[in-house]
């Protein structure tokens, strides 16, 4: 059994990376079997609704 895990990163606005202001990130971590798709879903969701995010960066492993 594979585990799936999903880690959201919400930046502030004190990051020093200005490419990365208004984004929030998300890391991946084993995704397989559909739940890639399932993940994007809920981290664009999430940070468009509760962050406002413009832009998603993603991050994987």
Do not use: C, P
């Not at 990376?17 to 739940?35: C, D, H, I, R, T």
């Amino acid at each position: 059994m594979k585990v799936n895990i999903l880690r959201i990163l919400l930046t502030s606005q004190n990051d020093v990376v200005n490419s990365m202001k208004e984004a929030a990130s998300k890391k991946l971590l084993n995704v397989n079997q559909g739940y890639g798709t399932f993940f994007m879903e809920e981290v664009e969701r999430i940070t468009s609704r509760q962050h406002r995010s413009k832009k998603i960066a993603v991050i994987r492993e």
